[in-house]
């Protein structure tokens, strides 16, 4: 009887203390490889460090901008744009938060070993007006520096300048420095432990700020554990090792949500899949065309375009998870218009009919790229195509290949026609049409960057550099015009835009962001 | 090894552009070229070779593209995890490799010894990620019984980590040993069985029937200890394969050991750390081969005498 009581009491405790801890154990196939918060521009670190550190303007459920550490933000002068910071914020070793820390940030981020310069290089410098206030000078007027500003993370200048952290991780430094391991952000959550490419735990920051506004959630701990085989994060998740696997693989969905106590969660993502055409040289690298260059030539274009049956590629390749398109990003992106949203339609007959009329009666040979372990399903919709290409006369080799060598290649700009896909952190319009549709000769950093296709229009580099420097109305109309030549010079052939489907323990719920970041803070957890 | 290394850093010259990984979405002409020109990739290639081999001789591998740290420190924090799941792997081999192999030789007809067989073929045929996937189906998935993937709690001694100190550790490697070491323990039971069945129809061991020996002495005494030279060297041999082909096993349970850091490296191009991997892996065959050549001599008395003779 005194066993059985002292084993309720034990029961009953053991209940109250799980009601306090609520850990989310959670999986991807990769892990970040810096914890450096201005070394590496790439999903898997952002992922791990938006929990633990904060930017001026955050981005809010929808993808918009909502106050981070500043409270408000206004262009005071065209190239002038004036920041209000957020009182009595601390950083997680103790350091008061002030305007001192948003220079050094910015000018960290500046740095030649940053690979965050694209969201920082229109800014002259920024100055400290108060210790609650910042201008930002820009060398020209920016209308969406605040955007950019958005995935600059904000670091403490006395912490960086202790251990030495002045400057960005350099990869390919001797040795490592004190913030490839280390971190000292704001954030709702900070680093409790890190092993590298086995686990990393994050603790709740019971003084983050924003703890006190609406909608935020419960969770005490995340243990991230990265798990590359598809079958075994699977697995983990099904037999409840794992809570939450940010990258479930789409054979596995249908599996998931039968499952029970499994729930996935479905969401479009900002990433655009297209193919690239070589229309510079005048003879093609991979093809029997001698001495003209087909995809040169807008029927051509147009006729590969006509020829993809994408309903199809949606419906079987995709298994439902995809958003066939028409344009350049999806509709989370400033100066997406839904009447350029449209495809030129699926039609063999008129494919074939351009082809003859462009002089290629009986087609001609082509070799696609393309990666097999980057996009959802990459290779399978390649081989999709090539089949489609194939039953309108242009026969088409299938060339697939792991992310390493196939962006070496296409960076070479040795291939003929690629598939690739494109992310737009900024969710902005000129981030895309700088680096995909500026000419290559163009001066500024990132223009033409992966325009591997040596796509060039002058009327579109206007418009580009339109986007740049004008504002309002005027901006949106150059955005809606290149647009509108996107459509009709079909630089690039669009297909569609990825979803990404989350799986999750069903006591789980956390908002689904097309950036494909699970932001912590708002998850409960039941 | 001079061989293996040539050929795996020239292979690894062309798998690859670690460069465009490094670099990410954003970069300028300048920026790809100062990064090239401070990697050394814009030497000739025998340039780079011979600084990669001076550079390995003194144990120095450079610094892993991917994570900036030492490549061999890398591999040494890795190496713990993959030695302790080769020896678990090797063990249930060889402590269950053999007996079967000895009873299925010994009673060939015995309804256990067709149904030790049919298995060593499964054994022998199934891929080892099918094997693992589908242990963690029933172990893991549909029992509950032990985890999917990872290496459990630690206990560190030293530079050292071992698994074997905790619960959580041990409950952690029976899967992938098992997994590791099925196709060992197959080949190794056949091996015996073949062995067994040859030397008992030899002559001593009529005679020594025809003395009245047990069957006890007789088959563990005489038969089973001539069996032992080839088994020795097919083992030892498939030590070395166990830790070369750890990386499947590694994969499927997501084990933090040398052959996971091999295949991440792999992904991301990381040139360093797979030809320093490839070297060790080459190193490890020269050594085991070496060890397996000396435990004849203590195996083999005929080997020993065969020397005093002449």
């Known amino acids: 009887m005194r066993i059985r009581l002292f084993a309720a009491l034990a029961a009953l405790c053991l209940s109250a203390v799980a009601a306090e801890a609520r850990t989310v154990r959670w999986s991807a196939s990769g892990d970040p490889n810096t914890m450096d918060p201005h070394s590496q ?14 930017p001026l303007i955050q981005r809010s459920r929808t993808l918009g901008l909502a106050p981070g550490l500043a409270v408000s933000w206004e262009q005071v002068e065209p190239t002038r744009w004036r920041f209000r910071l957020r009182e009595g914020v601390r950083f997680h070793e103790g350091q008061t938060f002030t305007a001192e820390d948003v220079v050094f940030s910015i000018d960290r981020a500046k740095q030649p070993t940053s690979n965050f310069g694209i969201y920082v290089d229109t800014i002259e410098s ?31 200048r006395s912490w960086s300048e202790a251990n030495g952290a002045t400057r960005p991780q350099n990869t390919r430094q001797r040795e490592e420095i004190h913030t490839t391991r280390n971190t000292n952000g704001t954030g709702a959550f900070r680093l409790a432990n890190r092993e590298p490419d086995v686990r990393t735990v994050l603790a709740r920051h019971a003084d983050w700020w924003g703890w006190r506004e609406e909608g935020t959630g419960n969770v005490t701990e995340i243990v991230f554990r990265p798990i590359s085989s598809d079958a075994t994060r699977i697995a983990a998740l099904l037999s409840g090792e794992v809570d939450f696997v940010l990258d479930p693989p789409l054979q596995d969905l249908q599996r998931l949500r039968s499952a029970q106590g499994v729930s996935v969660l479905e969401g479009p993502e900002v990433r655009t899949i297209f193919l690239g055409m070589d229309q510079f040289r005048p003879e093609l690298l991979y093809s029997d065309v001698r001495g003209r260059n087909p995809l040169s030539d807008l029927r051509v274009r147009r006729a590969l375009y006509q020829a993809i049956d994408i309903q199809a590629i949606q419906r079987v390749t995709m298994r439902g998870q995809s958003m066939p398109t028409g344009t350049l990003f999806p509709e989370q992106v400033n100066g997406y218009a839904r009447e350029e949203d449209v495809r030129l339609p699926f039609d063999a007959a008129r494919a074939r009919a351009l082809l003859a009329e462009a002089g290629y009666p009986n087609g001609f040979e082509i070799t696609l790229d393309c990666p097999n372990n980057r996009y959802i399903n990459d290779e399978q919709i390649c081989q999709a195509i090539a089949g489609m290409w194939s039953r309108v006369g242009v026969r088409t080799r299938l060339n697939a290949m792991p992310l390493g060598p196939f962006f070496a290649k296409i960076q070479r700009e040795d291939t003929s026609i690629y598939l690739f896909g494109w992310g737009v952190p900024t969710l902005d319009a000129l981030y895309s049409f700088q680096s995909l549709l500026a000419s290559r000769a163009g ?28 504002t309002g109305d005027a901006r949106q109309a150059a955005i809606r015009e290149a647009l509108n030549i996107f459509r009709e010079d079909v630089p690039l052939i669009p297909l569609h835009h990825q979803m990404i489907p989350w799986a999750m ?22 | 090894m001079l061989a293996v290394s040539f050929i795996s850093f020239a292979m690894f010259t062309y798998v690859g552009d670690p460069v465009a990984i490094m670099l990410g979405q954003d970069f300028t002409e300048a920026q790809r070229a100062a990064l090239v020109a401070e990697l050394g990739l814009d030497q000739p290639f025998f340039v780079q070779f011979l600084k990669f081999i001076g550079n390995a001789v ?23 995890a993959t030695l302790e799941l080769a020896l678990c792997a090797a063990v249930i081999a060889m402590a269950v490799g053999v007996p079967m192999g000895v009873y299925t030789g010994l009673y060939r007809h015995s309804i256990l010894s067709r149904f030790f067989l049919t298995f060593s073929l499964i054994g022998v045929s199934l891929p080892t990620f099918l094997i693992g996937i589908l242990l963690i189906l029933i172990f893991a998935v549909a029992l509950g019984w032990l ?8 206990v560190r001694l030293g530079w050292w980590t071992t698994g074997f100190l905790t619960v959580s550790g041990l409950k952690a490697l029976i899967l992938p040993a098992i997994t590791l070491g099925v196709f060992q323990l197959t080949l190794i039971m056949r091996l015996v069985r073949a ?47 166990i830790i070369a082909f750890a990386i499947v096993t590694e994969t499927v349970f997501q ?25 060790l892996i080459a190193l490890v065959f020269v050594t085991i081969n070496l060890i397996v050549d000396l435990l004849y001599y203590a195996v083999d008395p005929r080997l020993r005498i065969g020397k005093g003779a002449h």
């Open chain 1, 41 to 54: 521009n790439v999903g898997t670190v952002t992922m791990v460090l938006q929990q633990i550190y904060d």
């Open chain 1, 126 to 156: 920024a100055v400290a007006v108060d210790p609650m206030t910042v201008d930002v000078i820009t060398r020209v007027p920016d209308p969406i520096l605040p955007n950019k500003i958005a995935s600059v993370f904000m670091m403490s």
């Open chain 1, 443 to 470: 001066g500024q950093q990132g223009d033409g960057i992966w325009n591997y296709g040596g796509y060039s229009n002058a009327r579109m580099d206007a418009l580009i550099s339109r986007m740049r420097t004008e």
């Open chain 1, 505 to 526: 323990r069903s006591n789980i719920s956390i908002p689904h962001m097309a950036n494909n970041q699970p932001y912590f803070r708002w998850a409960v957890v039941n």
């Open chain 2, 58 to 80: 003194q144990g120095e591998f450079g610094l892993s593209y991917r994570l900036s740290r030492p490549v061999a420190e890398l591999i040494a924090e890795r190496a713990p």
């Open chain 2, 147 to 154: 985890p999917s993937f990872g290496r459990g709690d630690v």
């Open chain 2, 195 to 241: 062995e067994m069945m040859e030397v008992l129809r030899t002559d001593y061991i009529k005679f020594a029937r025809a003395r009245g020996l047990s069957n006890r002495a007789i088959n563990f005494g005489h038969a089973l200890k001539n069996t032992l030279v080839p088994v020795i060297t097919i083992a030892g041999l498939q030590l070395g394969a």
């Open chain 2, 255 to 279: 084990w933090p050991g040398m052959g996971l850091l091999f295949i991440q490296s792999v992904g991301a191009a990381d040139v360093p750390v797979m030809a320093a991997y490839l070297m």
